[in-house]
């Protein structure tokens, strides 16, 4: 069956047209995205939901969308997502970070020319009638001192239109190195150093626990008389009523500010100061970066509805068409030798240390983390996914750790995955073929070479005469058809495992009967969800 899509807010023909063109089955209804009882009443419908801002993708809603798998988001910020609820649910929240990044900055840059030339009051006084033309003395960008704060995406844009304006430019952010500074012609800088320095200071971080009021009356205080504040990334980044009365005092000479920290901003402390330019979160709109985020989020969630390509994903790492193809054996294997280990584990699990080695171990390995811990998890919770399985071990306290190496042994790569519990360790390795097909190669430091299949008994016993022979006729004799079967033991007479891939599933009265003849110390059934 095709996956099916709803389009919750406005999105052009063309955004539309990609996902029919797709296979995608997509219902357009932008009605929706103000209409938040209507799309919970649909919403249990759809795989995937395509939004801009109107639409609340809530932890209310979330709970009704029982098929939902991914959320789109056509643009930058996702305010209007509850990530914490879709990650617990399982659902990737993706944006399309790219589709305006130019024109976001291009209005942070536009702005700042308005706020030092006070060009808005001059229009409407100059078109009021007046002819003021000494009220408005404003200065030159030309060898002033630009303080970005968080040189990302659109940062390193301005930084680089602004060197184009004969700026200097320094920047504050924790994330950049002093190499890439470097490469980007910036002088790097802590955030007080920039606040005294400054001329203009230019906002471009997301709005976090960390950054929230980074511009607060304390650090406004800091900054040089005469400075200029520009905020066209997130409202919350700037204490308003600080600034408002640093403006009022002339400590603060201008601002230009798209974003509020309450939106639709109908009223403002900012409103109707001298020098305060404002718009209404126009970063983005420009008609081609609307129709690129558009395009982008229909392509990025076709890729992933079709064929599991992750990008730009927000609670899950991203992985390209490209690596799907080539990784998707081994995610089946993370999460096939995950659910082993969670299969065969009844105590609690304090951590988790899992081994890559050979090619497996240059892959996308925060994708490999999260289908190992969601094979862990399912025995508990059946519906957790490699969005979710990662919060609810983080919220369990369970400890994550992973060792890459080289090539070690005769398999071009394999993974081995290692649990630590308050009683025990449990250990399972494995490795895919050149077929693509997951194998089970060691378990308990025992090499086996096991198929892996929807249903198997794995069993342990002391090496010694007749065992085999008594559990297949004991299969038999309850028309247990084995499709494979494998063998292994630490060493003559020491403990030995089998693990048997049967056609269907083992009937608990089987299970019993095996545990009652003495012979074995484990007897588990075992189910994995091979495709």
């Given amino acids: 069956m095709a996956p099916k899509v709803l389009i919750s807010d406005k999105l052009s023909d063309a955004a539309i047209a990609i996902f029919k063109n797709r296979g995608i089955e997509v219902d357009f209804r932008p009605e929706l995205g103000k209409d938040k009882d209507k799309l919970a009443e649909v919403i249990g419908d759809y795989?995937?939901?395509?939004?801009?801002?109107?639409?609340?993708?809530?932890?209310?809603?979330?709970?009704?969308?029982?098929?939902?798998k991914v959320v789109g988001r056509a643009g930058i910020g996702v305010d209007n997502v509850d990530k914490e609820a879709a990650?617990?649910?399982?659902?990737?929240?993706?944006?399309?970070?790219?589709?305006?990044?130019?024109?976001?900055?291009?209005?942070?840059?536009?702005?700042?020319?308005?706020?030092?030339?006070?060009?808005?009051?001059?229009?409407?006084?100059?078109?009021a009638g007046k002819w003021e033309k000494s009220k408005f003395m404003g200065v030159e960008l030309t060898g002033k001192t630009l303080g970005v704060i968080g040189a990302g995406n659109i940062g390193g844009i301005v930084c680089d239109r602004a060197k184009g304006l004969k700026m200097k430019v320094i920047a504050y952010d924790p994330f950049m190195s002093d190499e890439k500074a470097a490469k980007m012609g910036v002088e790097k800088v802590e955030l007080d150093e920039l606040l005294e320095r400054s001329d203009f200071i230019t906002l471009h971080v997301p709005l976090t626990e960390q950054t929230r009021n980074i511009l607060s009356r304390e650090n406004l205080e800091k900054t040089k008389k005469g400075v200029r504040i520009i905020n066209c990334a997130r409202g919350g980044l700037v204490d308003e009523d600080a600034l408002a009365d640093l403006l009022k005092s002339g400590h603060v000479a201008g601002a230009a500010l798209d974003v509020f920290a309450v939106e639709p901003a109908t009223e403002n402390v900012l409103f109707g100061l001298p020098n305060v330019v404002c718009t209404p979160h126009l970063g983005a709109s420009t008609s081609e970066a609307?129709?690129?985020?558009?395009?982008?989020?229909?392509?990025?969630?076709?890729?992933?509805?079709?064929?599991?390509?992750?990008?730009?994903?927000?609670?899950?790492?991203?992985?390209?068409?490209?690596?799907?193809?080539?990784?998707?054996?081994?995610?089946?294997?993370?999460?096939?030798?995950?659910?082993?280990?969670?299969?065969?584990?009844?105590?609690?699990?304090?951590?988790?240390?899992?081994?890559?080695?050979?090619?497996?171990?240059?892959?996308?390995?925060?994708?490999?983390?999260?289908?190992?811990?969601?094979?862990?998890?399912?025995?508990?919770?059946?519906?957790?996914?490699?969005?979710?399985?990662?919060?609810?071990?983080?919220?369990?306290g369970i400890q994550l750790s992973k060792t890459t190496q080289d090539k070690s042994g005769v398999f071009d790569g394999y993974i081995k995955v290692t649990v630590v519990t308050d009683v025990r360790?449990?250990?399972?390795?494995?490795?895919?073929?050149?077929?693509?097909?997951?194998?089970?190669?060691?378990?308990?430091?025992?090499?086996?070479?096991?198929?892996?299949?929807?249903?198997?008994?794995?069993?342990?016993?002391?090496?010694?005469?007749?065992?085999?022979?008594?559990?297949?006729?004991?299969?038999?004799?309850?028309?247990?058809?084995?499709?494979?079967?494998?063998?292994?033991?630490?060493?003559?007479?020491?403990?030995?495992?089998?693990?048997?891939?049967?056609?269907?599933?083992?009937?608990?009265?089987?299970?019993?009967?095996l545990e009652a003849t003495g012979l074995f110390q484990q007897v588990k059934p075992l189910e994995f969800l091979v495709a």
């Fill in 47 to 68: 795989d995937g939901l395509a939004i801009r801002s109107a639409t609340k993708v809530t932890a209310a809603l979330l709970e009704k969308a029982t098929k939902l």
């Fill in 87 to 127: 990650s617990k649910k399982g659902v990737i929240v993706m944006n399309t970070p790219f589709g305006n990044m130019i024109t976001t900055a291009e209005h942070a840059i536009a702005m700042m020319f308005a706020v030092a030339r006070q060009i808005p009051e001059a229009s409407a006084s100059t078109q």
């Fill in 290 to 396: 609307q129709e690129n985020v558009a395009l982008q989020v229909a392509e990025q969630m076709s890729n992933y509805l079709l064929d599991g390509a992750v990008e730009n994903a927000l609670n899950l790492p991203s992985m390209t068409a490209e690596e799907a193809k080539v990784m998707g054996p081994w995610v089946k294997l993370a999460e096939y030798l995950g659910s082993f280990i969670g299969q065969m584990t009844d105590e609690p699990i304090k951590a988790i240390n899992i081994t890559y080695d050979g090619i497996v171990s240059k892959m996308n390995l925060k994708a490999l983390d999260c289908a190992v811990i969601a094979g862990i998890m399912k025995k508990a919770n059946p519906d957790v996914n490699m969005v979710s399985a990662p919060v609810i071990a983080k919220e369990r």
């Fill in 425 to 513: 360790e449990r250990a399972v390795a494995g490795t895919c073929f050149s077929d693509g097909k997951p194998r089970f190669i060691q378990i308990k430091g025992i090499n086996v070479d096991a198929e892996v299949g929807p249903h198997m008994l794995y069993t342990t016993n002391k090496d010694v005469p007749g065992i085999i022979g008594k559990l297949g006729t004991l299969l038999g004799d309850h028309k247990v058809n084995v499709a494979n079967f494998t063998l292994g033991r630490a060493a003559a007479g020491a403990e030995a495992i089998a693990i048997a891939y049967l056609d269907a599933p083992l009937a608990p009265e089987v299970v019993k009967e």
